[in-house]
């Protein structure tokens, strides 16, 4: 077969677009390109799935005596994607609406004669599509739980080294109490780990899937499976997912449970960015991107272009996610369309978060830490960022009214007529100028945040997955 590359330019209308134009090559998605989890989940890795829960079926039947032995091995040698034109199954899918059927016309021309019997035999295209979706999602995000695992530990480094740097803590945009930029960055690191252990698990119980027409199995029982339950674990064990309890051509929720927890990841991603754009700022510049991007027009730029791509991946996960979820509502036995419109949705929301997982390594092992601005920052309000700490000692000394009132009086003065918060307290003679010295101290009012940090730091990540590797 002829592959769209080896097509010559004279072979296309100069009014239609190349094949090769055609091709989604990342353009429009750096967060992606080049990563992984592109490869992992482009055509030909799907192609490879594809042919790889075909030829898991014939050993299947193989193993329990329904197949010859010959046939396991002709079919799984012949079920190599660079054997087939994806081109041409995509195009010939328009026909029955998927791409198994041209597949298995095409696979069961390339083996020898005596294993033709032997491709396909009862299953159903959906069978071979929906395991074929799995086993691409189970290779995929063993590259994104390795990603994240690294994310995490460069997490755990930071906030480990700066446990007791102080920097403002801020709630609605404003100043707020003091925090530690190691608390900030625990906080990072349980995300990550929360999202992490959900995908693990998740990765855990991918299913394999076998129905055949409608989910019962029959035409298995007709070509002589009895035991038809026995089938379908001997072929999960084939593919390296997990059997399934019945078919779930319609029981959806293996793919909206793995989109639901890939939206969770790329929002805990989401989190690391938000944050570290707001505190990049040059008004704020607390963090600064190991390498920063360029720009077009200005350049003295340096964009934390990896906190940019992990946002806009977050922005777009719930999105997939809701059509997954919305594809829970399957009619009949098989459903025309709902599960039609899982395919690239599934395959674009592994590819986005693998990518965004990407960048968040790069984005946490190669992140500038300035404590120095964090502590000058501190300054900005004079005093104001520990107005709480004020209150409650003033409390002790004029009671909770009086303390609170005192405090509001100086910080108007200091906003209204830029009095000194120390002038203000210190003419009201209620604290001495040793005491003063310590309340306005922001390193004073950190409370736990050392003790948090610490605790945080102690959780490691769940067990890596056990279940078998798939091919």
Known sequence: MTSPSESSPSETSPSEPSVLEGYDVGLLSPVRAGSPAEAATGDTAFLQAMLDAEAALTRALAALGHAPAAAGRAVTDAARAERFDVRDLALRARA??????????????????????????GATSQDILDTAAMLVAHRTLRHLLDDLDRTAAA?????????????????????AVPTTFGLKAAGWRSLVLDARDRLSAIRDRLPAQLGAAAGTLAAFQERGVEEATA????????TGLAAPALPWHVLRTPVADLGCALALTAGALGKLAAD???????????LAEGTGGGSSAMPHKANPVRATLIAATARQLPSLA?????????????????????WQTLREALRLTGGAAREAVRLAEGLRVFPERM???????????????????????????????????????????GIPLRQSLSGAGKLTEQQLDRL?????????????TDRALLRTAAANSTSQETP
């Open 96 to 121: 029955g609406g998927n791409p198994v059927i041209p597949l298995v016309a095409d696979l069961t021309a390339a083996v020898e004669p005596a294993a033709r019997p032997w491709v396909h035999p």
């Open 155 to 175: 997490l755990a480094g930071l906030a480990a080294a700066h446990r007791t740097s102080a920097m403002p803590g801020r709630t609605l945009t404003q100043h």
């Open 231 to 238: 089938l379908v674990e001997a072929y999960a064990a084939e």
């Open 276 to 286: 570290v754009l707001l505190l990049t700022r040059t008004e704020t510049r607390e």
């Open 322 to 342: 809701a059509v997954l979820l919305g594809s829970m509502t399957a009619e009949d036995e098989r459903p025309a369309g709902a599960w039609h419109a899982e």
């Open 375 to 417: 502590r000058a920052d501190l300054d900005l309000t004079d005093g104001l960022i520990v107005s709480e700490r004020l209150s409650v000692a003033l409390a002790a000394v004029l009671g909770a009214a009086g303390g609170r009132e005192l405090a509001e009086q100086a910080a108007r003065a200091l906003g209204r007529d």
């Open 440 to 452: 306005l101290d922001p390193d004073g009012y950190l409370g736990a945040a050392a003790a948090l």
